[in-house]
């Protein structure tokens, strides 16, 4: 079974910059769309962007849009989240997700990380 590990996460002041990163254990990840969701405290988990298995096709919150920059790598199996002018409603724990199929909209997953955790001061 395939497995997602995030790190990259931590704390930064408002207008700062963080990049995530998600490792995925099998190669076969190389060819599902692979996504990125936030959860804040006390709040359900929102979709922040996705992108499709050749990094061709991505889609973003409105939230998030011109801020947040999704990307990946296949040769290395790895999926990136750059962060710019980051807000304090940006906190949140951020999971990355793997799934067989690009749809935009899509919100259950194949597969799933443990998340980490972005701190924004104000």
């Known amino acids: 079974q395939a497995q997602l590990v995030e790190s990259g996460g931590g704390l930064v002041q408002a207008g700062g910059s963080l990049r995530l990163s998600c490792a995925a254990s099998?190669?076969?990840?190389?060819?599902?769309?692979m996504g990125w969701f936030r959860q804040a405290p006390g709040k359900e988990r929102e979709f922040v962007a996705q992108?499709?298995?050749?990094?061709?096709?991505?889609h973003y919150a409105d939230s998030v849009k011109g801020r947040f920059t999704i990307s990946r790598d296949n040769a290395k199996n790895m999926l990136y989240l750059q962060m710019n002018s980051l807000k304090p409603e940006d906190t949140a724990d951020y999971y990355c997700?793997?799934?067989?199929?690009?749809?935009?909209?899509?919100?259950?997953?194949?597969?799933w990380g443990q998340g980490t955790q972005v701190t924004v001061s104000s």
């Open positions: 099998a190669r076969t990840l190389s060819s599902y769309a």
């Open positions: 997700a793997a799934d067989r199929a690009y749809v935009v909209g899509l919100r259950n997953y194949d597969y």
């Open positions: 992108i499709n298995w050749n990094g061709g096709s991505t």
